[in-house]
């Protein structure tokens, strides 16, 4: 089993929809959780970056932890076509400021007009 | 938020050349970087931990002789992929922590052609 889980996709939504990504996890060490949006042949960028239960709301974006069962998800509202990209869930272990992340597999999406 | 900065962006080597990436941490100082190599439609797979003024730390499976690794200083560290084969083409990516936080934020991507 891997440590992280995270459905490939592709997803495909229409414009203006409300996306849902989200990904589990079995290491319950994991303290902080990123979601990072890559375009294609681009290196991934931050997108949201949270350590505790709950949710953390960014413009469109909202990020959602739940530790007690493993599992995190990142919401985007009105979805625009510039939203497509792949979507990877991060996340590591409180181990001073420098340890390695775990990513998921990362999920396609595909905004369409 | 923090700028990573990775050159070059594209390179085309012929067979059992040696090819230099460089990252640099533009707006912050790094003493730790990343190298990741991503396969289309993959994820990212971590190579190796970069920190500045020791040697690298190599994950498993990676030979630490075929990718060699300097982190001169705080704001750059370089992958030099060394007598390169086609098996080795591969987009190359690079992160840096920022300190405090430790938020992770990546380069730009290498994308390396062996011919």
Known sequence: QKEVEQDPGPLSV??????????TY???????FMWYRQYSRKGPELLM??????????GRFTAQVDKSSKYISLF??????????TYLCAMRIPTGTASKLTFGTGTRLQVTL | GAVVS??????????????KIECRSLDFQAT?????????????????TSNEGSKATYEQGVEKDKFLINHASLTLSTLTV??????????????????????????????????
């Open chain 1, 26 to 32: 079995s290491n319950s060490a994991f303290q902080y």
């Open chain 1, 76 to 85: 985007i509202r009105d979805s625009q076509p510039s939203d497509s990209a």
């Open chain 1, 14 to 23: 229409p414009e203006g929809a409300i996306v849902s990504l989200n990904c």
């Open chain 2, 6 to 19: 990775q050159h070059p962006s594209w390179v085309i080597c012929k067979s059992g050349t040696s090819v």
């Open chain 2, 32 to 48: 730790t970087m990343f190298w990741y190599r991503q396969f289309p439609k993959q994820s990212l797979m971590l190579m190796a």
């Open chain 1, 49 to 58: 970056y949270t350590y505790s239960s709950g949710n953390k709301e960014d």
């Open chain 2, 82 to 115: 060394t007598s390169a084969h086609p098996e080795d083409s591969s987009f190359y990516i690079c992160s840096a922590s920022t300190p405090g936080t430790g938020e992770l934020f990546f380069g730009e991507g290498s994308r390396l052609t062996v011919l």
